[in-house]
């Protein structure tokens, strides 16, 4: 199924060109009136230069003004290839068709809202035969049964226009579309961009990187090493203070001569609460037991980090460089 974006909209045109298979792009002049766009002609020729194949409006309330505004187009820049004129169907509509195909250009002949009008699109030899689904839907009737009797009918007699399934609303548009089993379908930029999306795909990619990264990145990538030390002469205020700046849940308590004592953790600070102490803002570290540190080398990596984490069940390790307290690492760094 041919790919096509619905816009004039220059930035959402660049996006999609670069995706690399986008089939081509569709315009209204009602898309060019939203966007405020005062010099039609300029605008259609820089959005030419975006796609592979441009379809573009040619009107006229005959089939020689019609053809005489697809030459003009023409001899503005635009390439015979790359171009399907856009035509709303009609009988002279039908007309234009039929000459603008034997000269052997291409042709959408659209605002198909009936078979009947269908049909005479297919005898034209449209290249394109486009019903509006999104109107039609909102006027009440069947959209989808109507674009599906016109791909039976491309079937059934072999004609060899293309259905384009046009006036997207919403994603489900694109599953009926698909379904249905449309030749091509044209869509807006806030509905392509959704395509890809879906709750479970994001969960399963966040992992995906998470295990990367805890594969690849070290300890010394995270490692933090700013605002996590105090002295053993420090009292729990001073503590808290720190943590507050490094927003870790734990601060490294330094002997004087910078050994290692141990680590206190918002988890001890609430057991101090619990336990009813009096005062403990003044307590200082000098009159609590010295403790030996759950530590991680620097050199390890966050996925050796993350089963330390597990084994232990604590949320900070001490990491150590050459024997020495470098820093702390955070088990949120690990995810």
Not at 276 to 294: E, L, R
Request: with cysteine.
């Amino acid at each position: 199924m041919e790919l096509y974006l619905d816009s004039v909209n220059l930035e959402e045109i660049k996006k999609a060109s670069q995706l690399g298979y986008i089939t081509g792009l569709t315009t209204t002049p009602t898309f060019m009136v939203k966007e405020g766009v005062k010099d039609v002609d300029a605008q259609i020729l820089k959005i030419a230069e975006y796609v592979n194949v441009l379809q573009v409006e040619a009107l006229g309330n005959t089939a020689e003004e019609i053809i005489k505004e697809a030459n003009r187009l023409i001899d503005l820049g635009l390439s015979r290839e790359k171009t399907v004129f856009k035509i709303p169907i009609s009988l002279e509509g039908t007309r234009a068709c039929k000459m603008l195909v034997d000269q052997g250009l291409q042709v959408n002949l659209h605002l198909v809202y009936t078979l009947q009008q269908a049909y005479m699109a297919f005898a034209a030899g449209a290249t394109y035969v486009c019903p509006l689904v999104g109107r039609l839907q909102d006027q009440g009737h069947d959209a989808l049964g109507l674009v599906k009797q016109c791909v039976e009918i491309t079937q059934r007699y072999g004609y060899n226009s293309k259905i384009m399934f046009s006036s997207v609303r919403n994603v489900e548009h694109v599953k009926n579309a698909l379904n249905i089993g449309v030749h091509t379908i044209t869509i807006p930029w806030k509905i392509m961009h959704k395509l890809t999306q879906n709750h479970f795909t994001t969960i399963g990619t966040d992992q995906f990187i998470n295990d990367t990264n805890a594969l690849m990145k070290k300890v010394s990538d995270v490692v933090v090493q700013e605002n996590v030390t105090v002295s053993s002469s420090a009292t729990i205020t001073d503590a808290l203070i720190v943590m507050t700046k490094s927003k870790l849940g734990a601060v490294a308590v330094m002997n004087e001569d910078q050994s290692f004592r141990r680590l206190f953790t918002d988890g001890d600070l609430r057991r101090m609460l619990n336990d009813q102490q009096s005062n403990i803002q003044g307590i200082t570290f000098s009159s609590m037991d010295a403790q030996a540190p759950i530590t991680i080398d620097v050199d390890n990596t966050l996925y050796d980090a993350r089963k330390v984490f597990n084994e232990k069940n604590v949320d900070t390790l001490v990491v150590m460089e050459d024997g020495k307290f470098t820093g702390l690492i955070d088990i949120h760094h690990t995810i």
